[in-house]
Every structure is written in C-alpha cells, then in structure tokens.
C-alpha cells in the first residue's frame, strides 16, 4: 500500500485539476468539504489519504438523524437492473466495505446476502442477473419455490422469479458515517461541526472563502459540497429542485423471542418488486425486523420536517407483513424513523462542478441509493478534485438541460 508521502507526491505530480491547476500549489491543496454523510465523508476520508489538507464540516454531525445518512442500517446490493455503471460502483463499494471492515475491525458491513423478489415484470431482475457476474459478482435465479423451501419464513404468493445476491447485505449506517469523520481525523484531516450560511453565493471563475452561520469564513483552494437534502437550499439557482427530499418511513416490528427466523443468520435483506417495491433487513442490528416501502414520498423539509410515523403508514407496512411474511402479522411496532430521499429527477447522482465557478464541486443527488456507494463514490470524488478523472456525463449538471429547476418523476429501479 502506498505511504501517505507517496500518495502526497502522487496528487501533487498530477495535471492538477481545471480549478487547481491555475494556481501554482507549493503545499498540499487545502480543500473544504461540506457535510459528514455518505458522501462527504468518505471523500474526505480519500482526499486526506492523498495528501490533500481536507477540512470537514457538518452542521450537525456525522450520520445525524436529520442526514440522509443518519438510519440505523442501509442495504448494499449490486443489482440495478439496466443501470449497469452503479452495478460497477456497487462491486468497488463492496471491495471496499470489505477492505474497511477487515481493517477496522468495526462489521459495519453485514453480509447476509439480499434477496430480490419480483412480481408480473422481472425485466429488472433479468437485467441484473446478466450484469452482476458481468461485475465478478454471483447472483443465483430461484424458482418461487425452491425460494420458498430455502425460506419458509417468506410467503412467494404472486412472486414470479427471485434472485439471491450472496455477497450483498446491509451496513450499519450512522455508526460508519461517525467512524469515518474519526478515520478522517486519525488520517490527517479536520473535523468541525459548523454550518454554512445557505445560500451559498459562488461568481467570478473562482471561490475563495466560505461563509459560514457564525460569521466566520473558510478559506480554501477547493470546496466539495455534500449537502445531501440540504443541497437545493444551499444553491438554489444551480440545483434548487433538481434536489428534492422527499418523505420517507422506516419501520422496525418486533420479532418474537428467542425466535431467530427473522435474524441475519437465516434471513437474507430483501427487496419485494412488485407494484411498489418495498424492502426491509432482517435483524438490523437488533433494532427490529425492517419494513420500508420505497415509493416516494411528499416533498420534506429536511431541518424542521415532522419526524413522526404516520399511521396509515405502519398500517399499510402491517398489511404488507401479513401477506409476506404471515407469522409478523401481529409483531409490534419497536421502532420508526423518518428520513428522506434527496431525489434527483432522473434518480442519478451529481457529482460536477458549479458553473461559475471550477473549484466548486456539488456532490449529492443519492436518491434513496447513495449510501451503499459512499467508499466507491469518495474514491471518484477525490480523483476529480485533484483532476485525476472526469465524471461520468450521466451525473453531470448539464444532463437536466432546461429541465432545470423543475423536478420530474424518478426512476430508481429503471
Ligand atoms: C429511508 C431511507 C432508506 C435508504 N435506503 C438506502 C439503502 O438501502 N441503500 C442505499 O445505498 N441507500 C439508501 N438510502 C439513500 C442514502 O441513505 C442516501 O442517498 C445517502 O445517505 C446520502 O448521503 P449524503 O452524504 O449525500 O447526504 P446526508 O447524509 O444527508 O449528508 C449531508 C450532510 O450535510 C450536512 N449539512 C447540510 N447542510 C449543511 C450546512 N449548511 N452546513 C454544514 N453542513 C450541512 C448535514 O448535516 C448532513 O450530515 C436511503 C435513504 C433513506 C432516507
């Protein structure tokens, strides 16, 4: 593994990038990112290993429970259908989870394997099943009732063809978020729990200092915004819409004791693609057995937004529960979180530069997806900023064209 010194010299040797390049750096590139999520921290984490000199900030710490970031656990599958450059990301996420977890020795990384289940239109998982091994990753076809025998916790009514990813599973969210901010710290970096004053004003071809709600002002050769839901607000004329949040529930029914059917050792996480598609994680880390319907939600206010379940939602989980896994019907309701989904129209990520301004980058756009991506996601972030590569055109800004600003409908599981 290369040496900090080496990874120093390595991005200091580099054709600096469009916005670093101008200038003639003596020292390390000193780069501010904004917000401790998924996101953010991990690409702080990859720019401080190559030497950058990375300030984080968060205005309410890592993985906190208004971040998208913040659930208890998030499920990483490499299916994505057609959509086979995020099954290639979600393959690098899984070395890399892997690759943390054997480090620091923390199982943020659970797995159990996932489980798709799919109703009348499987084109999805038809999709999938060819670009997963296309990846070096196993995915296995079950008929509904070799399923049902492998699962008999599971009721296959009305499911036409499962698939089994066995190297997916789930991750304790929050805890790595905050384990990465302590990794950033450990590895050079600095940490801050500050805020930026939103609307954040960038012209003139290059930004130099950030204000921040306390007055005060970071100064810097680069920003990497990872404002999460919080992006719109923080630029509203560049991204105001494009990032929605929207409402989303999680439910946490309690299992009966001593009853391990229900548990990560005999339950993969699962994903129901039916009409809706609805998803859950078995043990979750003794929180409950997880019930989340995926299909958006209304629009939220991610700072003062009610966190509360609604009951209509625990009644149609409920519903859900009985019909799929029959012995829950009655479980108690443990536990709910409200997050939200910060949904880009076309569900894709942002990971480009501010118009006005290329040493500004905005980073976010996860869209109900982005967590499982954090490691693999820093690594590209980091290689942009210091001009080792160029986004992808798909998570670029100038995808929206004139859609501009007005949000259109997502496509999470195209
Ligand atoms: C219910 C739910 C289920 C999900 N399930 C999955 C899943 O199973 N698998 C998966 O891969 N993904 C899933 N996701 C999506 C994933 O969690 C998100 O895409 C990802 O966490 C987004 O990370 P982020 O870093 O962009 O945003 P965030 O985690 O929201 O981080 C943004 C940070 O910016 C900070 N911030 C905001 N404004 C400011 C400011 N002015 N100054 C300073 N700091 C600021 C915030 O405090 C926050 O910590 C799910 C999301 C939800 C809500």
Not at 101 to 113: C, S, V
Not at 339 to 358: G, K, L, N
């Amino acid at each position: 593994m290369p040496s900090r010194r080496d990874l120093l010299k390595a991005s200091l040797s580099l054709p600096m990038t469009a916005v670093l390049s101008r200038r003639v750096l003596t020292q390390a590139p000193r780069i501010v990112v904004v917000g401790a999520g998924a996101f953010g921290g991990w690409t702080a984490l990859e720019l401080a290993r190559r030497g950058a000199r990375v300030t984080l900030i968060d205005a309410w710490g890592p993985g906190n429970v208004r971040a998208s970031s913040g659930g208890e656990t998030r499920i990483i599958r490499a299916g994505y259908g057609t959509r086979s450059i995020y099954t290639r990301l979600a393959a690098r996420a899984l070395q890399l989870w892997r690759a943390h977890d054997e480090r620091w020795q923390r199982g943020f990384f659970r797995r159990i394997g996932a489980l798709w289940m799919f109703g009348r239109d499987d084109s999805f998982g038809r999709a999938s099943a060819s670009a997963v091994p296309a990846e070096g990753l196993p995915i296995e076809a079950l008929t509904p009732s070799a399923a049902a025998r492998r699962f008999p916790q599971i009721n296959f009514s009305g499911v036409s063809s499962v698939l089994f990813e066995p190297e997916a599973g789930y991750l304790l969210a929050r805890r790595a978020c905050e384990h990465v901010v302590e990794r950033v710290v450990a590895e050079g970096g600095e940490y801050r729990q500050a805020a930026v004053a939103s609307p954040v004003r960038v012209g003139g071809g290059r930004f130099a200092s950030l204000p921040l709600a306390d007055g005060t002002a970071l100064s810097s050769d680069a920003f990497v915004f990872a404002g999460g839901p919080w992006l719109g607000a923080l630029f509203p004329d560049v991204i105001g819409r494009l990032v929605t949040p929207t409402r989303q529930e999680v439910y946490y029914f309690g299992t009966p004791a001593g009853d391990d059917r229900f548990l990560d050792a005999r339950l993969p996480a699962w994903v129901d693609f039916g009409e809706r598609v609805i998803y859950g994680a078995p043990g979750n880390a003794n929180r409950g057995f997880k019930v989340a319907d995926d299909t958006a939600g209304p629009p939220f206010d991610p700072t003062s937004g009610d966190r509360n379940a609604t009951a209509s939602g625990v009644k149609s989980a409920r519903a859900f529960l009985k019909r799929r896994f029959p012995a829950l019907a009655d479980a108690p309701l443990v536990g709910a979180e409200v997050c939200q989904y910060e949904a880009s129209p076309d569900s894709d990520f942002i990971v480009d530069t501010h118009p006005a301004a290329a040493n500004v980058w905005i980073v976010g756009g996860g869209s109900g997806h982005g967590f499982k991506m954090g490691p693999a996601l820093g690594e590209l972030v980091a290689s942009c900023v210091l001009g080792q590569a160029i986004p992808d055109p798909i998570f670029r800004l100038a995808r929206f064209g004139s859609r501009a600003k007005s949000p259109a409908p997502r496509k999470k599981w195209s």
